[in-house]
Structure formats: structure tokens, C-alpha cells
């Protein structure tokens, strides 16, 4: 027998179930048809398999509306009606849809039951589910005729926000666009990379892994327990929040950041991608790699101490000049810069990343460290600083009215300026300065005599007139 029925929808009590498949008032209306057949006292006595079915009917195409509107349909190869008028057997359904407030899905199924007294369908094992963000595979799934509700309580897999993913539960309201998804791993596009080099500023390939996630009825997102890594650069924290409505991104609890030139940790990063800028703030930890060990690997930063640069006098003193020739002409090295390892401390970061316009401003006591051969060391810190991607310069900044800005080695320069400002650029020694004061330590031969001046001791006092032969991290002078 071919039927075609269509139910309305009467107040939420009748509502349809989340696949659309069948309201409650079909149930109603299937016994008021049983109590109309004058054969029923003629059927012959079913067999086991079929000792529950009241009704059976074919090739069932099914509507339902809410007022004058359609939210839900289905077409059901053949359609079982228990004689306890609870529930209802669906055999092959295919064109199944809900239209909710905050979206639509489809889905496909080999069975499925629709509890009328409850108002769940549930597909007990192998579906396809699709909508505007999602084309999933799933092991079974149940949906709620209440409100549209559709949960996944098993592995899914396929296409999810324009990604691949494999979860192992996804909960989805058609009603807000909100969801819930278990512990995943999504791999696809994304502009995450904050790397100076232009073609990491594109889109590339991330692998994404959670414990778990969700996207609210406002659509914000949040990510828990968070790895992100497109092979150039791993990305981490304990929570990672997306506002889909301004793309901005929002990470904190600890987050850290690891690329093959720099590893990088802070309380909070705050990503806003319409504008191409980052804004680091807490405790901002950077290492800046040497080249023979610049390699995606997840390390450790090496704690900063001291944090107050006043104690480096005290605590560590001049290593004497001349002892090791070679160790001491590192010190005051371009080339060593790029030989070990510094690190970097301040207490916000704000970097603009486009193409174009690359620029960072660093705040709260910026301090710079970088241990070379032999014990040596040199160190330096400033009020503020200013990097210039464009231009290849960084300036470090004192406070207003003082001489903050200082730079100290291992063999006992101490030197402090309104400002200095060198080239970041590989092999370039440029630099300059406003205000410049402070002593050098160095051989006699070893010190530049600026035009128009006398050449000073070489043992220390007053080095005015004499320029800072390197900086803490690699910068150059004459």
C-alpha cells in the first residue's frame, strides 16, 4: 500500500522529531484508522517478527509543519506502527531534513525508530548526516523533537567547518547553531602563522587536536586543551575562544609557541586577524634560536634570572679582559648573535603582521640575555622598545627624563642612553644613539676613536665619547 501523509505541527507538545520523520499525532491518527477497518477481524495471526506491528505501510513520504511553515520531511521505504501506539519503526529513510532557526541538516539512515511518548528518533547504527558546515559519516545518532537537538553519542567522521574531523561525540542544536563536540582532531585551512615571512602569512594546512569543544548560540568558540601545528609552527594553551562574528582569537591559561627560529610562552594572546595583530601580554618569555639548533621542537624556555638587572652587578662580575682572547672578542661579535641563544623578557607584546607593515611595540621592563662561551654573557633592558619589520631596526627606549636604557657585558661595559637604535639586518653594524654614557672595558687597540676626539683609556672611566662595541643581542656599533 502507498501512502502519503502530512501532520501539522500544534503548539511545541507536537512537535516533530529532530530527523522530521514523525510527530505525535500520528499515533492518534493511526488508531482512529485501525477503530475504520472492517477486515481487522479477518487478518490472520502474525507471526513472531511481526506480533508487535498494528499497521504497516510503503513508499511513505512524510511533511511537517509548524503554523504555515515546513520544518521537517522524509521519505521512509516502508513505515511500522507498534501495537503499542509508542513507537514507530522507519525502514530506509532517505531526504530527511530539519530547518531550525540557527540551521538545517539532512540525513539518510537504513532504520530508525521515533518514540511518540518521548519524542526521540534514534538510528541505532550507520548514517549520513549533512548541513551547511558539516557532511558527516556517523556509527548512530539520536534527535530530539523538542527542539531539533541532534546528538552523536559515537565516533564521527568526515567534513566539519571546512575541515576533516574525527570525534568521538558532536552534539548540534539546529534551533541556535550551537554545538559540542568530544575529544577531536580536525585538520584544514587557517591563517594562524604570526611568522615575519609573508608566505607563512597565508593559509596553509593546520592539524588541530582537543579534549573538547563547543560554539555557543553567540558564536563564540572554545577550544580546551588545545594543539594547533601546520608543521612550521605548534601552537598551545589550556583555552583557546574564537568570536566567529569579529575573528578574533583569544588564548590564555598558559599559552606557548614554538617555531624553528623562536620558542615563545605568555599568559594570554589575543590574535585579531581582520587587523593582522597580535597582542602578547603576562610574563612574555621568547628564545631566540642560534642557527645550528633552529628546529621545530618543543623546549623549554630557560628561566630568566635575574629579574632585576640592577642585581647582575652584584651578583655576577666583570670576567677580567684578556683571559681568553677569543671568548671576550664574542662579546662584542655581530656574528656571535646569531651563534647562541637569547633570552627575551617583557610583560606585553604587540605585533602587527601584515605583509607591509610589520612593526612591534614592546612594554614593561623589556630585558634581553644572552650567555656565550667561557661564562661570558651580556645583558640588556629599557623601558620600552620598538621593532620595525619593514625597516630591519629595533630602538630601545628609556622612561621620560631618565636613562633606563642600559646595556652590560661579562667584561664590564656599562653603558646608558635616552635611546639606541641598531640594525637587526644580518651582518649589518649599524647603530645609534641619543645621550650615550657609561664605561668600557677593552683593549686600547680595541676601542674606535670617533672623529674629532681623543682616544680614551682602555681600562674603564668615563666612555662618553666612546660608542658600545656590542649589544646584548648582537648589535654592532662604530
Known sequence: MAARATFRRIGAALAWGAAGVLAAGLAAWTRHLLSLDPFARFRATPGPAEASVAIRMDDVELAFFEGAEQVGGAK????????????????????????????????????ASYNNVTGRLT??????????????????????????????????????????????????????????????????????????????????????????????????????DAEATDGEVIVKAPRIERDTKTDVI????????????????????????????????????????????????????????????????????????????????????????????????????????????????IEGRPQARQELAAGRWRYGWCDRAFYDGEKETLRLVSSPGKKDTRIKTSLGDDLAADWFEFSTKENDDQWSAQGLQGDVYAEEDEVPTPPGQKREGGSGGGAEAKPPLTGPIGSGGR
Not at 513507537?87 to 529513510?93: E, H, R
Open 76 to 111: 521512509v521505504e516502508r513505515l511500522d506502527i507498534r501495537r503499542d501506539r509508542q513507537a514507530t519503526d522507519l525502514f530506509y529513510v532517505r531526504d530527511g531534513f530539519y530547518q531550525g532557526r540557527g540551521g538545517r541538516y539532512q540525513f539518510e539512515a537504513t532504520r
Open 123 to 224: 538510528v541505532p547504527s550507520g548514517a549520513k548526516i549533512r548541513g551547511d558546515e558539516m557532511d558527516l559519516v556517523v556509527a548512530a545518532f539520536e534527535a530530539d523533537a523538542r527542539n531539533g537537538r541532534l546528538h552523536v553519542p559515537g565516533l564521527v567522521r568526515g567534513r566539519l567547518f571546512g575541515g576533516s574531523v574525527e570525534a568521538a561525540s558532536l552534539t548540534y542544536s539546529p534551533e541556535d547553531g550551537s554545538f559540542k563536540v568530544g575529544p577531536a582532531t580536525w585538520v584544514g585551512l587557517a591563517a594562524l602563522s604570526l611568522s615575519d615571512e609573508p608566505k607563512q602569512q597565508k593559509k596553509s594546512k593546520w592539524t588541530f587536536k582537543t579534549s573538547g569543544a563547543t560554539r555557543s548560540a553567540t558564536g563564540l568558540e572554545v577550544w580546551l
Open 250 to 361: 583569544t588564548a590564555t591559561g598558559g599559552v606557548r609557541y614554538f617555531s624553528k627560529k623562536a620558542n615563545l610562552t605568555c599568559e594570554k594572546a589575543v590574535v585579531y586577524r581582520k587587523e593582522k595583530r597580535a597582542v602578547l601580554t603576562g610574563k612574555v618569555q621568547m628564545i631566540l634560536k642560534p642557527e645550528d639548533r633552529q628546529e621545530l621542537k618543543e623546549e623549554e624556555i630557560p628561566p630568566f634570572q635575574p629579574e632585576v638587572p640592577e642585581e647582575i652587578a652584584r651578583n655576577r662580575p666583570p670576567a677580567p679582559p684578556g683571559e681568553d682572547k677569543k671568548a671576550d672578542d664574542e662579546v662584542r661579535s655581530t656574528k656571535s648573535a646569531r651563534k647562541y641563544p637569547v633570552v627575551v623578557l617583557a610583560e606585553r607584546i604587540e605585533y602587527w603582521y601584515a605583509e607591509g607593515e610589520r612593526r612591534a611595540m
